[in-house]
């Protein structure tokens, strides 16, 4: 239980610093490009994968708890981006290079297919 209450706050802290530098990044910078979205999906690439680095060579750094908090909570709640990213290197990093290719190609026409269809069936509500 410890577990997914520590992914909830994680995610709520995640989600309010996403806001945070979204808001702040169109008073910022003046352009026409969505540069919020752009600077989290980088800062959360580069965070998870740290943190993943972190647990992977050196485990007794973070316990189980933290972990979760910092990667599927804090990590998640930031950007989803960055966990698609980290899927993505890993399979290709495991030689599984065309399910990696066909991974990193087919998630965001599907998104981009879905948030279409999305929108498509909102205007008959």
């Not at 980290?86 to 990193?104: A, C, D, F, P, R």
Request: with cysteine; glycine share 12%.
């Amino acid at each position: 239980m410890t577990g997914y209450i520590l992914i909830f706050l994680g995610g709520g802290i995640g989600a309010s610093l996403r806001y945070l530098l979204t808001v702040l990044s169109y008073k910022h910078f003046d352009v026409n490009y969505p540069i919020g979205t752009f600077i989290v999906n980088i800062i959360g690439c580069l965070f998870i994968g740290f943190v993943m680095a972190l647990i992977m060579s050196k485990t007794h750094i973070l316990n189980d708890n933290l972990k979760l908090f910092l990667t599927v909570g804090l990590a998640g709640g930031f950007t989803t981006f960055s966990t698609f990213s980290y899927e993505s290197l890993t399979l290709l990093k495991n030689g599984q290079v065309l399910t990696g290719m066909i991974y990193m190609v087919l998630s965001p026409l599907a998104c981009l297919g879905a948030v279409y269809l999305g929108t498509y069936f909102a205007k008959y509500i």
